[in-house]
């Protein structure tokens, strides 16, 4: 499964009212670290199709940034049925990124 685009048009749709597991990745396009997730996160959701992965430009979305205290990037959160359930902020290995994601 691709990864999907999320900004303030589909934030509520795809993420706050999934009943599955879906990992929010915060990202901009001048964040060194965030191009480097950014290949990793697209494998994971080929591998785990049971996840919905996202992605959400803090620039071009600072509300939702900001609704969730995004002080660093990159910042990947999971939800599970709609609600937080865990953070991850700054670069993962593969290895470390999929132990997470699917834990």
Request: glycine share 6%; hydrophobic share 45%.
């Amino acid at each position: 499964m691709a990864v999907i685009k999320v900004d303030h048009s589909n934030f509520k749709e795809i993420v706050s009212e999934s009943k599955g597991t879906v990992i929010l990745d915060f990202w901009a396009e001048w964040c060194g670290p965030c191009m480097m997730i950014a290949p990793l996160v697209a494998e994971l959701s080929e591998k785990h199709p049971e996840i919905t992965f996202c992605k959400v430009n803090v620039d071009d979305e600072p509300a939702i940034a900001a609704a969730y205290g995004i002080v660093s990037i990159p910042t990947l959160i999971k939800f599970k049925g709609g609600k937080e359930a865990d953070r991850s902020v700054g670069y993962a290995g593969e290895a470390m990124l999929e132990a997470w994601a699917v834990k």
